[in-house]
């Protein structure tokens, strides 16, 4: 073999560089086999230690077939330790194997990765003798760098596509949520989680889907995300946000807490979020709770006017039978009657025999609030939706949700909140004010008023499609003096309730003071009632109570209210007789001359008739009277009742 010429040698070592992507290495060795004049030139890649991949083999002035060969037992062992290697002639003798396969010269040069590792090698062999001289070597360590070049850019390129494959499926299969925007939050990218989460498609994405058309048109939520934006733009970092959303698909309520930075160069953002609605409502809901809480410890230290229905007159025992038909619907009650005849009481006790007795009893009286105020309480309202809303607020409906609310005094409801209420009564939704976002409750309505709404509805102080959806089931309360009956028994609950908290002992009420009680009319009803016994009983200087004129207002005020009021104690009824027609459950009739005694006994006879003598069960007498069995059948014996006795009356 001749020696090469230098610049054909310069210009095929130019046109071997010359060569792009796949057809760099079959070029750069067709021009290395025509510059060095070799049968055959070779560049493999280390795959592993003393393990090769051939990358080229150009041969016999053609592409040739890839071989995979074992370096070791050959010089290319020797260029993989970093070294070059050439032999002229006589390779056969060095190494049996070249010789098998009739090789007779060799040259061979490592490439190298920057930090001088060994990546691969080229190499170059022929049958005939190659003397190669000094400027032909370095034209060929020219090469071998040229090689070392392209494969160190292959590698750095595998690892690039490595790493953005690595970085892609990190970014798409990652459970957090992932979002390129640009600072008009118009989406960039969004991974599969993002997408999820938000109820979007990829081609909306890739139409640009702008981030802030996410946000509902509620106060909070809009000034949440305008600041959370604002931080953004100012180029720092916004940890932790907690954003409501709605989902594009659905319109769904969903919360994230959002973490965004923007890129080094501020032309985007980058945004990661996880969903946290669960967390959010369950906070909510924890904070409605507390504020049910708080509502009903309140509630429980009020003073009610009594804590359980006493009396026995027919007026009342209707309105009870009314109650326990009632009760176990969900139909809307309408509880009508004079100040200070227990309104309220009834409303509670339809609650309390109701399927919903174990759920939240929430009252509001209409009368005791501003105008302004009284939608905010029933509806609550967002922050930011009115002066003075510094945070959002549940209303009384939200807190009662699957429960009842009680509306008492509702004929001083403004008109334009009667309208929301009709919707909530019709459709069982509202909106907080301040909020576009539709509330769903489930909500038992019980009504009060001492107002004739019908008169009300008339004049225009009323909404008469409220008034109707209101009266599905009216419950009239009797005032105290159409029940003169029940006073007696009323007496006596309250001498027991207050007689302990202002320390007084009484035993009895005099005669006198029963038959000045039943004369009086009562214009403040049972509420009267109980707060003239509390003032007697801190008058009082006995065991035995007595209620004079002047607690009631003075002796010329009772005249003129005899002279005015019918109330006169009845005579004593005959004693019953098989022929008599006389009801055996007819309510108590005073006597003339009865004690609390005597009123307590008929009145305990009067209910064993009513109940067929039973006196333990959910019917029985005991149950009716509110006490327990054994009690009742104390009271029997001291007061000398059988069923024995009864007969032979």
Not at 331 to 347: D, F, N, Q, R, Y
Request: a neutral charge; charged letters at 25%; hydrophobic letters at 40%.
């Amino acid at each position: 073999m001749g020696s090469p010429g230098e610049l054909p040698a310069l210009r095929a070592l130019v046109e071997g560089a010359a060569g792009v992507g796949k057809d760099f290495f079959p070029t750069l060795l067709c021009h290395l086999s025509e510059a060095l004049r070799v049968r055959e030139a070779v560049a493999c890649e280390l795959i592993a230690p003393q393990q090769m991949r051939m990358i080229a083999r150009w041969v016999d002035g053609r592409l040739g077939e890839n071989l995979d060969r074992d370096p070791a037992g050959t010089p290319c062992a020797a260029v993989l330790a970093g070294e070059l290697r050439h032999y002229p002639t006589g390779l056969g003798k060095a190494f049996p194997a070249y010789g098998a396969v009739g090789v007779d010269s060799y040259v061979g040069a490592p490439l190298k990765a920057e930090d001088g590792a060994v990546l691969g090698h080229l190499y170059a062999c022929d049958a005939l003798p190659m003397p190669l001289t000094a400027e032909q070597l370095l034209i060929f360590q020219a090469f071998a760098a040229q090689a070392a070049a392209e494969l160190r850019r292959r590698r750095a390129e595998q690892q690039a596509r490595e790493s953005e494959e690595r970085f892609r499926d990190l970014f798409e299969e990652a459970p957090i949520a992932y979002v390129h925007e640009g600072l008009d939050t118009r989406f960039i990218r969004a991974n599969r989680s993002a997408l999820r989460i938000l109820g979007i498609t990829p081609e909306e994405v890739a139409q640009g889907l702008m981030g802030m058309s996410l946000i509902p048109d509620t106060p909070d939520a809009k000034l949440r995300a305008r600041e959370a934006m604002e931080s953004v733009g100012k180029g720092t970092d916004t940890s932790g946000v907690v954003l409501e959303l709605r989902r594009k698909e659905d319109g769904r309520q969903i919360f994230i807490q959002w973490w965004s930075r923007p890129d080094p160069e501020g032309t985007y953002t980058r945004t990661m979020f996880i969903d946290v609605t669960d967390r959010v409502l369950l906070e909510r809901e924890q904070a409605r709770l507390q504020v049910q809480n708080r509502y009903l410890q309140e509630e429980i230290k009020s003073v009610h006017n009594f804590e359980e229905i006493i009396g026995a007159s027919a007026g009342l025992l209707k309105v009870l039978e009314g109650v326990e038909r009632v009760a176990p619907t969900d139909s809307t009650v309408l509880v009508c009657g004079e100040t200070g005849t227990g309104k309220e009481l009834i409303a509670r006790a339809i609650h309390s025999a109701s399927r919903r007795a174990d759920k939240p009893f929430i009252k509001l009286n209409c009368a005791a609030l501003p105008a302004g105020l009284v939608e905010s309480e029933l509806f609550g309202h967002e922050r930011g939706a009115f002066s003075g809303a510094i945070q959002r607020r549940a209303g009384r409906f939200e807190l009662a949700h699957h429960g009842t609310i009680f509306l008492d005094e509702i004929g001083e409801m403004p008109l334009e909140v009667q309208a929301k209420l009709l919707r909530v009564l019709q459709e069982r939704e509202f909106e907080r004010i301040g909020s576009s976002q539709t509330t769903k409750v489930d909500v038992r309505i019980v009504a009060a008023s001492n107002r004739d709404l019908a008169k009300a509805v008339q004049a225009g102080q009323f909404r008469q499609d409220l008034y109707y959806r209101l009266n599905v089931f009216p419950v009239t309360m009797p005032p105290l003096r159409e029940r003169s009956e029940d006073v007696p028994l009323l007496v006596k609950f309250f001498v027991q309730k207050y007689a302990p908290r202002v320390g007084r002992r009484v035993d009895s009420v005099d005669p006198e003071t029963i038959q000045r009680l039943l004369a009086y009319p009562w214009p403040g009803n049972i509420r009267e009632l109980e707060n003239l016994i509390e003032r007697a009983l801190i008058l009082a200087d006995s065991r035995v109570l007595h209620v004079g004129p002047e607690i009631l207002g003075g002796a010329s005020l009772l005249r003129e209210a005899r002279d005015s009021t019918v109330v006169a104690a009845p005579p004593a009824p005959e004693a019953r007789t098989p022929q008599s027609t006389t009801r055996p459950d007819a309510p108590m009739t005073p006597k003339a001359d009865s004690t609390l005694v005597a009123v307590q006994r008929e009145h305990i006879l009067q209910v064993l008739r009513a109940t067929g003598w039973v006196i333990e069960g959910e019917r029985g007498a005991a149950m009716r009277l509110g006490v327990k069995p054994a009690t009742l059948r104390f009271r029997m014996k001291k007061f000398g009742i059988s069923r024995g006795s009864e007969r032979l009356a």
